[in-house]
């Protein structure tokens, strides 16, 4: 990118907002002006970016006729009560909420999958960024899909705490000590998290599925199209602050061997495939010491010989699945088509 651009990240006192000011200076993006917005909480906090302390702005107040994108990573009610106002302003709007992922209208973007989309952008300024459990999934099929399309997927995901926000990361934090000290896990009716595993992750809905699980579905189908058939998922919330895990099963209709799908990953940017004689790094609180990446490893085909290839993935939910992929997606819209 030759030219620096104003930006305004509304959510920016929170996990994922804070984590796209981090990879804003880390990877010397370009901003000309960047705006810190957040609600009333959060507004008057500082944030540290290029060396200076930015004071949190109030989003509800806020002229977006003074940014060229705007990044919302507050959470479907603000973008709700935002986006529009701000898409109408004249920014461009990034959107890292449900709030519009549905809409036909609005493309639905996984940085690397289906960036082409971005042409669309400027029809209602808004772009909507897939949930960090579809970009994990989404970004370890592509690459397959090279050898022809995916008759089924099952996915079983593991998700951590950070899943929810902040919220999830103290309440996660805050039984954990109790636990320790042996007192009851939350003085609130809270379902424990710490020292447990969850099979219900999100509302359960009439169908049986849960509302975490049919978005992970819905969003892999909306992004892969007819390339995909049917696909399956299991969400389970475990005790990890940090880094959804997914045990991922595919059946290739032109079939693919363990070699070639660990060819095709390893040739992918932001992909590390194989195992280690050191399991700790393949886990993603190893990964977020480093480079915010994707690890794919138990590579294995079925043992009938029937065509399943299965593999498990690890990433940050925060910095790579959230972050990164909101920010890659912000730089191909200035590159290309703004």
């Not at 970016?49 to 959470?75: M, R, Y």
């Not at 997914?246 to 992918?268: D, F, H, N, P």
């Amino acid at each position: 990118m030759d030219r620096s651009v104003n930006l305004a990240i509304v959510g920016a006192t929170g996990l994922v907002g804070e984590a796209i000011v981090k990879l804003l200076a880390d990877r010397k993006f370009p901003v000309g002006e960047l705006f810190v917005l957040a609600s009333e909480n959060g507004a008057g906090a500082k944030v540290a970016f290029g060396g200076k302390n930015l004071t949190v702005g109030l989003a509800e107040s806020f002229d977006f006729t003074q940014v060229e994108v705007a990044i919302f990573a507050a959470g479907a009610a603000v973008s709700q009560a935002l986006a529009e106002k701000a898409a109408d302003s004249g920014a461009v709007v990034v959107d890292l909420s449900p709030a519009y992922r549905y809409e036909p209208d609005v493309p639905l973007l996984v940085s690397g999958v289906n960036d082409e989309l971005l042409a669309g952008a400027r029809e209602r300024n808004l772009v909507a960024c897939a949930d960090a459990a579809t970009v994990q999934l989404t970004r370890s099929l592509i690459p397959l899909l090279e050898l022809g399309p995916i008759a089924d997927v099952t996915v079983t995901q593991l998700q951590a705490a950070s899943a929810t926000g902040k919220a999830g990361v103290d309440q996660l934090a805050q039984q954990s000590v109790r636990l320790l000290n042996g007192l009851a896990p939350s003085e609130a009716a809270q379902a424990q998290i710490a020292f447990n595993v969850l099979p219900v992750s999100g509302q359960l809905q009439e169908n049986g599925y849960t509302s975490e699980e049919l978005k992970l579905m819905l969003e892999t189908r909306r992004i892969l199209g007819e390339r995909v058939g049917a696909v399956t998922a299991t969400v389970v919330r475990v005790p990890a602050f940090y880094g959804h895990a997914q045990s991922v099963t595919v059946r290739s209709i032109q079939g693919v061997s363990a070699g070639q799908a660990l060819a095709l990953w390893e040739s992918q940017e932001g992909l590390e495939a194989g195992d280690s004689e050191d399991a700790q790094t393949l886990s993603p609180v190893a990964s977020a010491e480093g480079e915010p990446c994707m690890r794919i490893s138990r590579v294995r085909e079925d043992m009938e010989a029937s065509g399943y290839l299965s593999y498990f993935t690890v990433a940050d939910n925060v910095r790579w699945g959230a972050a990164l992929n909101a920010v890659e997606v912000v730089e191909k819209l200035i590159k290309d088509y703004l």
